[in-house]
């Protein structure tokens, strides 16, 4: 029998440290504006959550001095960010790069819950079809972004790369070379 | 002669996934009862059977449609129909485990190709030659209780083609007659295709310390910093007077990656890597390896060693029983 294990990076304080001062409305809004525009170009995500498309998720960064509020909505989602611990059916919980690293598909969640960088609590069945229809649905957010930046596209997503190189967080979807 | 990399897909990205990390053959399941691995967000829907079909073919790869869960009695209908869907989304076999369905499947599919799955449990060369005879089955999978001189008698016996777990997932059971699952929520993977299903489970945090139930019962609980296991009772932590320990197995994955060689010696002709239930990075990661492997086998090229147990469960490997090295 044989072991190893390897750690899953930090959210740097100068990304986290601000978010305790920054108003949580309007940045609530923009990213519901932002998951809507991810749902109408995934619908197939919300049918791969079957039972669970109306179902209240938590999702805990645990390196963020915050907290997401999802509501799937049966294809029309809302993002609440808090500060305080909110209630819903299941609870996810990790640091941000390996949240962002299972929407990417940069991690596998079954090997992040072994090694206790992911927590789950609730309803399981919840939160294993929430990660299965993401998984499914190989999103990208650098791309989503740069679709909604026009001209700016491409100075976008150097940045992004940039930051995922220096931060470990994973921002886009690694593209494997075929065999 | 290559061996044959047998890769799971839980969803069709699971399957292109595969694909491109160079699997030989995918297999897969309907996202019903039908199959062995029937969780919440997983399987293919009849449309996304036929397109990812299309895809594996399209790039040289195989799929085989697992129908591995035993028909309940007056539904048959349900079993029979996901038989005929595989066959016209154009699967290369389907992986089936009840006698009666291999009939079924040898009379009203006879062009279809038909293995026999795992959980039919055929484990000497007697059961596998009989299933080849009655019901036209061209592979089998053996049971994860087979030593590698074991499989070789097996193949000695027999023209029958055998597949062997390599990797995942360590079912230390008689497959398709385990009722562990079922003694604590009624729900089992021979007949509703769920081992510890996730609506039986809860997990609670308290303080790092991690409780796992399955049914109500607490059946592991994981200190601080320790690995946590899949949450089912064969790999459960009990205490029973002053002792705590694990009943059956500790929670550990198979990764028999060094074996191959012995493995192909023995005249295994496929190599196969438990886990439709993971994501495409765990199917893009074990298939590179196992790729790697065989075509260095091939090559007479020395093993690459693997990286793959951060993807095990409880973090760590055992070769199982193809070494009987367990207590």
Known sequence: ?179 | MVMEIVCPAGTPAALRAAVKAGAHTIYCGFADETNARNFPGLNFDRTEMRESVAFAHHHGSKVLVAINTFPRAGDEAIWHRAVADAESCGADAVILADAGLLDYAARHHPNLRRHLSVQAAAANADMVNYYADTFGVKRVVLPRVLSVPEIAAINAETEVETEVFVFGGLCVMAEGRCSLSSYATGRSPNMNGVCSPASHVEYHDHNGVLDAQLGGYTIHRAQKGDAAPYPTLCKGCFTAGEKTDYLFEDPVSLNAEQLIPQLQKAGVTALKIEGRQRSRSYVTQVVRNFREAVDALEEGRPLPQGMLARLSEGQAMTTGAYKKTWR
């Open chain 1, 1 to 179: 029998m044989s072991q190893t294990t390897v750690s899953v990076p930090r959210c740097p304080p100068l990304l986290a440290v601000p978010l305790r001062a920054v108003p949580l409305a309007p940045l609530s809004a923009s990213l519901t504006a932002f998951s809507r525009r991810i749902a109408t170009s995934h619908p197939g995500l919300f049918r791969r959550l079957g039972d669970y498309a109306n179902t209240p998720f938590v999702i805990d960064p645990t390196d963020l001095p915050l907290v997401i509020l999802l509501h799937p909505g049966n294809g029309k989602p809302k993002i609440t960010l808090t500060r305080r611990p909110v209630q819903g059916a299941a609870r996810i919980a990790g640091p941000l790069a390996a949240l962002l690293g299972l929407v990417h598909g940069g991690f596998d969640g079954d090997a992040l819950f072994f090694s206790r960088d992911l927590v789950i609590e609730g309803d399981t069945s919840a939160s294993l079809a929430l990660r299965n229809a993401i998984d499914d649905a190989e999103l990208d957010f650098s791309e989503e972004l740069m679709n909604l930046t026009g001209p700016l596209a491409a100075p976008v997503h150097r940045a992004l790369l940039l930051l995922e190189r220096r931060t470990g967080l994973c921002l886009t979807r690694p593209e494997e070379p075929a065999w």
